[in-house]
């Protein structure tokens, strides 16, 4: 099993830009999300799924979209990108809230 | 709103020594608490999740505790080796919500 893969590993974007980072899992699990981690912000949640065709907002969600249409892949799309988007974005699949949660490798994304 | 506070941000210690890393949250009513390993540049491995009914974990030289009505958990790391100088992370599932909230780290480096 790979578990939680994400791609690009890096990605340099200009200001106004869009872009879509993937994940995918294949441990079947049906709740993902996605956080970002700043310097001396730790990882903050952006948005979540609990299942196919379900999602919904964490804590900083503006300036990112979600879907979910099948238990695998959970793509953000960033629909401008501004340089406050300049952040390292990880992904994550678990059971469910409750249970543990596995991340994937991260993006490393520059907005300039 | 529910704060996650790791002491110390960061510690140095020889190898073969014992260690403490501690973890404070500032609402109780949480489902669970999960400790992460991140290495520099690299995504969050899960190295012990403790449910809210739960007062300990252990997975080979790590033990996790939790004491919620205290808003506290340690991780204990036994005989320490200098493969484990890494970033470790503190993260509290919240009740009611679906975020993992985290704490911005302790780096530990072991000295040879």
């Known amino acids: 099993n790979a578990g939680v893969t994400q791609t690009p590993k890096f990605q340099v974007l200009k200001t106004g830009q869009s872009m879509t980072l993937q994940c995918a899992q294949d441990m079947n699990h049906e709740y993902m999300s996605w956080y970002r981690q700043d310097p001396g912000m730790g990882l903050r949640l952006i948005h979540y799924?609990?299942?196919?065709?379900?999602?919904d907002q964490g804590e900083v969600p503006n300036g990112y979209n979600v879907s979910r249409s099948t238990t695998e892949d959970f793509p953000l799309r960033l629909l401008s990108a501004a340089p406050s988007q300049t952040s390292v974005y990880f992904c994550a699949a678990g059971r469910a809230r409750s249970y543990e949660q596995y991340f994937g490798p991260g993006t490393r994304l520059t907005v300039t | 709103k529910q704060e996650v506070t790791q002491i110390p941000a960061a510690l140095s210690v020889p190898e073969g020594e014992n260690l403490v890393l501690n973890c404070s949250f500032t609402d109780s009513a949480i489902y669970n608490l999960q400790w992460f390993r991140q290495d520099p540049g690299k995504g969050l491995t899960s190295l012990l999740l403790i449910q809210s009914s739960q007062r300990e974990q252990t997975s080979g030289r790590l033990n996790a505790s939790l004491d919620k009505s205290s808003g506290r958990s340690t991780l204990y790391i036994a005989a320490s080796q200098p493969g484990d100088s890494a970033t470790y992370l503190c993260a509290v599932g919240e009740g009611g919500s679906e975020k993992l909230v985290f704490g911005k780290g302790t780096k530990l480096t072991v000295n040879p």
């Open positions: 799924s609990v299942g196919a065709g379900i999602t």
